[in-house]
C-alpha cells in the first residue's frame, strides 16, 4: 500500500495511525496500530474516504505529529495539515509555502509542531514562517535565514526540546535558538558553523541533545536554562564519527531505546 520504496519518514499521530513519507508521497495505516491484532501485516493507503494524500515527494524533516489530532508536512509547495474528524473522516488543509504574497512558493526544508500548536517551517529560499491555530495562512520573516548568517542558507532541520525551546539547525552545521519577540524573529546562535549540514537533531529521555550532520558525525551536548535570565545554552559533551567507532561520518539521526542506550 506504500506509493514508493523510498521512504523518508513514520511516525505515529495521537489516534494509533501510522503515517509514511515517501519520495512518491503520503499513506497512512488503514486502520490504528492499536486495533491490529499480534503478528496482523499493517497495510496502508493512500486514499481515506474522499481524501486522497499527497502525491509528491515530502520533505525531509517536515513529517511531525501534531499532539492533538492528525499531521503536518511539507513538499516543494505546500504545508499540509491531515486531520481525523469526529466523524472518522479524513480533512485536509494546505497552505502555499512562502513568508508573503510577494514571495513565489519554495519548497519546505524543515516543520515543527510547539506546545500549543504553533508550526514552524524553514523552506529553502531562507524564509522562516509560522502558521497559528485560529489566524490562518502564514506569517513570518521572508529574509530569516539571513539572521542565522550567510551561510546558513536554510533552516534544514527545527526540534522543540523541554522547557519549549526551538532549535534551528542550518547548511553550514549551526545551531540557533529561534523566538518571537513582538513581531521580531530573534535568533541565538548556540554552536557555531562547521561547514558540515544538519541532518536531524533528537532530545534522549535523559535530556541530552544530539545533533546530526552529513560529514563528521553526531554531538552530543547538555542543555542549560538559565532561570533567571531566559539564557539557554547547550554544553558540548562529546562528538562521535568513524574514529570512535561508527561505521560512517554521516549520520542521519540518533535516537534512545526504552533500555537508554
Not at 137 to 162: I, S
Not at 213 to 236: D, H, V, W, Y
Not at 245 to 257: A, R, T
Amino acid at each position: 500500500g506504500l506509493p514508493g520504496e523510498g521512504v523518508r519518514n513514520a511516525v505515529q499521530d495521537s489516534q494509533g495511525y501510522l503515517w509514511v513519507a515517501s519520495d512518491n508521497g503520503m499513506a497512512v495505516s488503514r486502520k490504528s496500530l492499536r486495533d491490529y491484532l499480534p503478528g496482523e501485516r499493517i497495510s496502508f493507503t493512500s486514499m481515506v474516504g474522499k481524501t486522497e494524500l499527497l502525491k509528491e515527494s515530502v520533505s525531509e524533516n517536515t513529517l511531525s505529529a501534531h499532539r492533538d489530532n492528525g499531521v503536518w508536512l511539507g513538499s516543494q509547495e505546500l504545508i499540509i495539515r491531515y486531520q481525523w474528524e469526529k466523524s472518522g473522516e479524513l480533512s485536509a488543509e494546505s497552505f502555499s509555502a512562502r513568508a508573503n504574497l510577494e514571495k513565489s512558493t519554495s519548497t519546505v526544508t524543515s516543520l515543527a509542531v510547539k506546545q500549543g500548536g504553533v508550526v514552524w517551517s524553514g523552506l529553502a529560499d531562507g524564509s522562516i514562517v509560522r502558521i497559528v491555530p485560529g489566524e490562518g495562512g502564514l506569517k513570518g520573516w521572508k529574509d530569516g535565514a539571513k539572521l542565522l548568517g550567510e551561510r546558513c542558507e536554510a533552516v534544514v532541520h527545527l526540534l522543540e526540546v523541554r522547557g519549549g525551546v526551538l532549535l534551528a539547525g542550518c547548511k553550514n552545521g549551526a545551531v540557533w535558538r529561534l523566538e518571537k519577540k513582538g513581531p521580531s524573529l530573534k535568533a541565538a546562535l548556540l554552536y557555531p558553523p562547521n561547514g558540515a549540514p544538519v541532518t536531524q537533531m533528537s532530545q534522549e529521555r535523559s535530556g541530552f541533545i544530539w545533533v546530526s550532520r552529513r560529514k563528521g558525525g553526531t554531538a552530543r551536548f547538555q542543555p542549560n536554562m538559565s532561570q533567571r535570565q531566559g539564557i539557554f545554552r547547550l554544553e558540548l559533551i562529546g562528538t562521535y564519527n568513524r574514529q570512535r567507532g561508527l561505521p560512517s561520518d554521516w549520520v542521519n539521526k540518533v535516537v534512545d531505546d526504552a533500555e537508554g542506550n
